[in-house]
């Protein structure tokens, strides 16, 4: 069983930077995922991460401003965000899923944070 708890979000202008964290529990040697949905719209893979920490992104419009990575140390994944927009206000989501396959779908991860906000305002 993994549990999973994200923080960070919060509002800022058009331009500001983020970091959003997700404390994770359990066995956590698996692919994760950022993903977000904003209102009206379907939810979207932002980035994953290989249990051996290799990134890859889901948009090319996060891809320069966006970086996920991941501490073993202190179990937790991270998505700093630079460069902010409005486009990027969303409610954001961490996602744990299997050792094997990673990508951007929603159906490869098993569990799921609660979310956390990010308002971006122009």
């Known amino acids: 069983q993994v549990q999973l708890q994200e923080s960070g979000g919060g509002s800022v202008q058009a331009g500001g930077s983020l970091r959003l964290s997700c404390a994770a529990s359990?066995?956590?040697?698996?692919?994760m995922a950022w993903f977000r949905q904003a209102p009206g719209k379907e939810r979207e893979g932002v980035a994953f991460?290989?249990?051996?920490?290799?990134?890859?992104y889901c948009a090319d419009s996060v891809k320069d401003r966006f970086t996920v990575s991941r501490g073993y140390r202190d179990n937790t994944l991270y998505l700093q965000m630079n460069n902010l927009k409005p486009e990027d206000t969303a409610m954001y989501y961490c996602?744990?899923?299997?050792?094997?396959?990673?990508?951007?779908?929603?159906?490869?991860?098993?569990?799921w944070g609660r979310g956390t906000q990010v308002t971006v305002s122009s």
């Open positions: 991460i290989s249990p051996r920490s290799n990134p890859t």
């Open positions: 359990g066995d956590t040697r698996s692919y």
């Open positions: 996602a744990a899923g299997s050792r094997s396959i990673g990508g951007c779908a929603d159906v490869l991860y098993n569990y």
